[in-house]
């Protein structure tokens, strides 16, 4: 079992920046590849970016592709999203998850944290 807990999101003027924190507990993350993911009001949830198991491989979503980082320090069991430029359709609530293989499917992560609301004003 893997426990996740985000922090990090708030209120930002579009341009400004956010850093997403996802602290893990449990089993250790570092064998499991690593996902954001956001949901706005009325939306399905949708892929952000995947970080591999090791952190050398990464792939983003065609939205955020140059202006989101996703990175992951192991020894702190921790994965972060630093999000700058954004735009306010960036406003969600973001989710990470931990998955045992590399995918940006959201039905193929096996466990998530609660969430974390991101709101970016214009």
């Known amino acids: 079992q893997v426990q996740l807990v985000e922090s990090g999101g708030g209120l930002v003027q579009a341009g400004g920046s956010l850093r997403l924190s996802c602290a893990a507990s449990?089993?250790?993350?570092?064998?499991?590849?690593m996902g954001w993911f956001r949901q706005a009001p009325g939306k399905e949830r949708e892929f952000v970016a995947v970080?591999?198991?090791?952190?050398?491989?990464?792939y983003y979503a065609d939205s955020v592709k140059g202006r989101f980082t996703i990175s992951r320090d192991n020894a702190k069991n921790t994965v972060y999203l630093q999000m700058n430029t954004l735009k306010p359709e960036d406003t969600a609530v973001y989710y990470c998850?931990?998955?045992?293989?590399?995918?940006?499917?959201?039905?193929?992560?096996?466990?998530w944290g609660q969430g974390t609301q991101v709101t970016v004003s214009s």
């Open positions: 970080i591999s198991r090791g952190g050398g491989s990464t």
């Open positions: 998850a931990a998955a045992s293989r590399w995918t940006s499917i959201p039905g193929q992560y096996d466990y």
């Open positions: 449990g089993r250790t993350v570092s064998t499991y590849a």
